[in-house]
Each structure stands twice: as C-alpha cells, then as structure tokens.
C-alpha cells in the first residue's frame, strides 16, 4: 500500500494489514467513513488486489461514493472479477454515478466480450442519459444476449432517442425474450406515432400478463384513444395487474365506453381494482356512474372509500 501521513489513516494500518479478512473488511468500512481523499487510493488498492473476495466486494460497495475516474476504471475493471459478489457490488456501484464524465469511462465497456460486462456497462450508463452511448446502445438492441438487449432498451429509453422507434416497436412485438418485450414496451412511452401505438396494441395481445401490464400503463401514459377499445378489453384479463393498468389508462384517456364495466369492477374481490376503478370513473364523469359509486362508499377497504369520495367529489362538480 501507499504511504501515507494522515494519522486517522495510520491509526487503521494495523487492521487494514491484519490476516483475518473479517478484520480488514471492518477497517475498510471505518477507512471509507474518514471520507478523506487520501483513502482513496487504499480503496482502490484492496478492490483490485486484496485476495478475500468478500473484501474486495466490500470495497466496490464503499467506492460508490466515488466520481474520480481511476474509480470508475477500477469499477469497471473489477466487472470482471472473478467472484460474483465482487462483480454484482462493482456493477451496483457504477449506477450510482452521476456525471457524464464517469459515462465516457464506462462507455468502452458496453463492447466487452462477457455479456455480464456489458449487461451491467449498459445498465450504469442509463440514467446518466450520454448521448454518446446512443450509437452503442442501437448496436447492442442486436445483441445475442437477452440481458444486453434490455439494458440497451433503458439507454434508449433514457435518451428518448427518436432513431430508436423502429427498433423498439419491432421488439416490443417479436423479441423472444418476455423481458425483452416488456422493457421495450416501456420505453415506447416517449413517443406518440403511430407506429408507436400500433406496437402497444399488439402488446396488449401478448401472451405474458407482463407485457399486457405494460402495455396498458404505456397506453395510459400517452393517452391514446385509438387503443380505447383494446383497454377495455383488458378490464376483463385473466390477471387483476393487466385489469388495474387498464382501468387507470382509461380513466387517463376519458374513453367514455368505458363507463359500464368500470362500473362491474367496483364489485371486484381486489379492492385495488375497486379503488382503481372508482377513480377512473371520477375521471370519466358521466353522471350514470353517480349511483354505484354512491353504493360503493360503504367499501370495506378504506383506502377504496376515498377513492369513492374523489370520484363523487369529482361527479358532483360536473353535475354542478
């Protein structure tokens, strides 16, 4: 290890040297705690080369803090790790930064040969929306790897990267992977083309609830009434969570037809199908909905009895 004169730092040497791992990783945990720059480089140091993993996987979770870039090139090295702990701590790690600057040194990464590598490089990339992982990410929606392809979508999805519709929408519809198609489903909600509600309503049909669910929320978000009757439809799915996202899409949108059997879920066995439905038809408003949500006010869930009273509250001022 480096030499150093800070004398918190020195004061830990004897435990960051001991023999018994469980006595180095608590150093390690009292050596981040300082917050000193001078630790820095002692981090780093046991995160590349300490030869207990759980050590090694400790300093990658106290590097987290960290913006430096020889952090983030030791972060992303130890992606490779040969120990798995150490690899899932170094990736988590890397989704906690926040600048751009850290982006451009993760950015190689997302080219590695190990999918995990490039899975975990794509995944700490999306929040920090860098344009220049654009092009990356289009090519790693072709990726052999199904874990990749979904990272890539929550790039994409980030940046809201209009050249990315078309690809999106194709595997939102035909991906293999369900994960893969509810990912790209999600992401479809930045734009309202219509290739975009063409491809949520094909979703709708999907043979995973997952997809359904997603699909229907996505619906909802961009608040398309072409897919109206698509979303009641699914106010009858075989999973309550596909029938609750339908219901708040249709009371986002308005779909007056709607009306009917939203009315039939205020008697659901899932009180929050009940809420939920109470809530779209506030949002709807017709005024033959005013008596079975009047019914419904004596709800045994109470959180459903307010939703009642918003949806009543909401009627009455149309009436009004």
């Not at 830990?12 to 180095?24: E, Q, T, Y």
């Not at 106010?235 to 009315?263: C, T």
Request: proline residues 4%; charged residues 25%; glycine residues 4%.
């Amino acid at each position: 290890m480096t030499d150093n004169f800070n004398p918190d730092i020195i004061a830990l040497r004897p435990r960051l040297n001991d023999r018994d791992a469980g006595v180095r990783r608590i150093a390690l945990i009292e050596l981040a705690d300082l917050e000193e720059p001078d630790a820095l480089p002692l981090l780093i140091g046991f995160l590349r080369a300490d030869p207990d993993a759980q050590v090694r996987a400790q300093a990658a979770a106290l590097l987290e803090a960290w913006e430096e870039p020889e952090v983030v090139t030791a972060l992303c090295n130890a992606l490779t790790d040969s120990d798995q702990s150490v690899r899932e701590c170094a990736g988590q790690s890397l989704t906690q930064l926040k600048t751009q600057a850290a982006g451009a040194v993760i950015l190689p990464w997302i080219e590695h040969p190990d999918s995990s590598v490039r899975t975990r490089a794509l995944r700490a990339l999306r929040e920090l929306r860098l344009a220049a992982s654009a092009p990356f990410a289009l090519t790693a929606l072709e990726d052999s790897d199904a874990g990749v392809r979904r990272e890539a979508i929550g790039v994409l999805g980030w940046l809201k990267d209009p050249t990315a519709l078309s690809k999106l929408a194709r595997l939102a519809i035909e991906d293999e992977n369900v994960d893969v198609r509810r990912a790209a489903t999600g992401a479809l909600g930045f734009s309202r083309q219509p290739e975009t509600v063409s491809a949520l309503q094909h979703a709708l049909q999907d043979q995973h609830w997952q997809v359904r669910e997603e699909a229907a929320a996505t619906l909802g978000k961009l608040e398309q009434q072409e897919a109206g009757r698509e979303l009641v439809a699914r106010l009858e799915d075989d999973y309550w969570q596909v029938r609750l996202q339908a219901a708040r899409a249709l009371g986002k949108l308005r779909f007056a037809a709607a009306n009917n059997a939203l009315i039939q879920l205020l008697a659901h066995s899932i009180s929050n199908l009940r809420k939920e439905a109470a809530l779209a038809l506030g949002e709807l408003g017709d005024h033959q909905a005013f008596a079975a949500l009047q019914n419904a006010a004596h709800d045994p869930d109470p959180e459903v009895r307010k939703a009642v009273r918003i949806a009543l509250s909401q009627l009455a001022g149309r009436i009004a």
